[in-house]
């Protein structure tokens, strides 16, 4: 049974670039979440993604912006990247009713 | 703002003993709570969920859930070298429509041998 994939797993980006993260949600899961975490601290919710809308969104900025394909596999984009984005970027699959969410091993991006 | 607080840590506890975590959280409609184990270096692995008041056992783990306080908790019994890491609660948002976890900043768990 495949688990949550995501790719690249390391990305090294210049100020003002953009950047795009993917993720493959576990096998049966149409419900993909993103997730920003910086050091030290606990997941902070970025948005979710089901029937290829975005379904709901926490508090981040428009540069932050993703889509859902048919297959539910997701792009996480991020426009005009700053130093503070330096993050580890999670990627959670789920049903859409809700209930247990489980992550992929995450993209870890550091911004320069 | 919804706010999930936890014992930032360190826990320390000797190889055997219980380490029991604990997590209070701000939003009272809440209905959903899960624990996460966190390896450095590493993305959160979903270790325990529970959705009533009372005790939900798996393995070494029992999580614990009092609505009325506000509280849930995971004793993780026998505890192992391999338990060492940190721990993050995380709750559902309450209110229609709402999927998003918010999770605490974590406990880190050291397991003495």
């Known amino acids: 049974d495949a688990g949550v994939t995501q790719s690249p797993t390391h990305l090294i980006k210049t100020r003002g670039q953009q950047v795009t993260l993917r993720c493959s949600p576990k096998?049966?899961?149409?419900?993909v979440s993103w997730y920003q975490q910086a050091l030290g601290q606990g997941p902070q919710f970025i948005f979710q993604?089901?029937?290829?809308?975005?379904?709901q969104r926490g508090n981040f900025p428009d540069r932050f912006s993703g889509h859902q394909f048919p297959n539910y596999s997701s792009e996480l984009n991020v426009n005009a990247l700053l130093l503070g984005d330096s993050a580890l970027y999670l990627c959670?699959?789920?049903?859409?009713?809700?209930?247990?969410?489980?992550f992929g091993p995450g993209t870890r991006l550091t911004v320069t | 703002q919804k706010e999930v607080e936890q014992n930032s840590g360190p826990l320390s506890v000797p190889e055997g003993a219980i380490a029991s975590l604990n997590c209070t959280y701000s939003?009272?409609?809440?209905?959903?709570f899960f624990w996460y184990r966190q390896y450095s270096g590493k993305s959160p692995e979903l270790i325990m969920s529970?959705?009533?008041?009372g005790d939900k056992e798996d393995g070494r783990f029992t999580a614990q859930l009092n609505k009325a306080s506000q509280y849930v908790s995971l004793l993780i019994r026998d505890s192992q070298p391999s338990d060492s890491a940190t721990y993050l609660c995380?709750?559902?948002?309450?209110?229609?429509?709402?999927?998003?976890?918010?999770f605490g900043k974590g406990t880190k768990l050291s397991v003495i041998p």
């Open positions: 959670a699959s789920s049903l859409s009713w809700g209930g247990e969410q489980y």
């Open positions: 096998s049966g899961h149409d419900t």
């Open positions: 993604y089901y029937e290829e809308e975005e379904r």
């Open positions: 939003d009272r409609g809440s209905q959903s």
């Open positions: 529970i959705y009533s008041n």
């Open positions: 995380a709750v559902r948002d309450s209110g229609a429509g709402s999927y998003q976890l918010t």
